[in-house]
């Protein structure tokens, strides 16, 4: 696709359930990241795809977040048991090439969706 | 240690005038890349500009340049000629390594462009 699309775009859950979370990374694009915005917040890392694998889960809150890519494009992340912290904007991003940088091609550079907000009551 | 450390909480410029976000940052390695994003209120992340650690020049991108002072450790971002569409969240960010794979965001400045 054009850019790189989450959805849902809100969901609003009770405390305790499971959510999934879905990115369709730009096409193309090998690597595929997950950060975690909370509320007037900095941009939290949480994982990192290269194809289907994810050789960097080093910020994954707890046991209770989980990611997969399949096919090397669309990836979820989920949560189980939600909790109340867990409230946020959860971003995805996608790049084509390994290296993140700038450049005039583009390709170096980290693109974003727009987001997914997750609010647990 | 904060390995972005943007100091500024909010900031406010008048239209047409320039303003500096400031960003230090903290690595060891040699090889790093400096990198500002914006956020307006629709919450979409959009690339600004970069800087890699060896580039001997100061980055620009249109009204946006990097100040880059290497040994304060230090990617001051300057905006020239404020518009009222620049009023955003602006992010610092820094990817370590060569080929590190992930960026370290900063907290975050938000800017207000006053007409």
């Known amino acids: 696709g054009a850019g790189v699309s989450q959805s849902p775009s809100n969901k609003v859950t009770e405390k305790g359930k499971d959510v999934e979370l879905r990115c369709d990374p730009i096409s193309g694009h090998t690597a595929l990241y997950w950060y975690r915005q909370s509320l007037g917040q900095g941009l939290e890392f949480l994982i990192y795809?290269?194809?289907?694998?994810?050789?960097?889960k080093s910020g994954l809150p707890s046991d209770r977040f989980s990611a997969e890519r399949t096919g090397g494009s669309v990836s979820t992340l989920t949560i189980q048991r939600t909790q109340q912290e867990d409230s946020a904007v959860y971003l995805c991003a996608s790049s084509l090439a390994r290296r993140l940088a700038g450049g005039p091609s583009g390709a170096n550079v980290l693109t974003f969706g727009a987001g997914s907000r997750l609010t647990v009551l | 240690a904060q390995k972005i450390t943007q100091t500024q909480p909010g900031m406010f410029v008048q239209e047409k005038e320039a303003v500096t976000l400031d960003c230090t940052y903290d690595t060891s390695d040699p090889s790093y890349g400096l990198f500002w994003y914006k956020q307006p209120s629709s919450g979409e992340m959009i690339f600004l500009i970069y800087q890699g650690s060896y580039d001997q020049q100061n980055a620009t991108e249109g009204r946006y340049s990097l100040n880059f002072q290497k040994a304060r450790k230090s990617a001051n971002l300057v905006i020239s000629a404020s518009q009222l569409g620049d009023s955003a969240m602006y992010f610092c960010?820094?990817?370590?390594?060569?080929?590190?794979?992930?960026?370290?965001f900063g907290a975050g400045t938000i800017l207000r462009v006053k007409s």
């Open positions: 795809f290269q194809g289907n694998s994810a050789p960097d």
């Open positions: 960010a820094m990817r370590e390594g060569r080929y590190g794979n992930k960026l370290v």
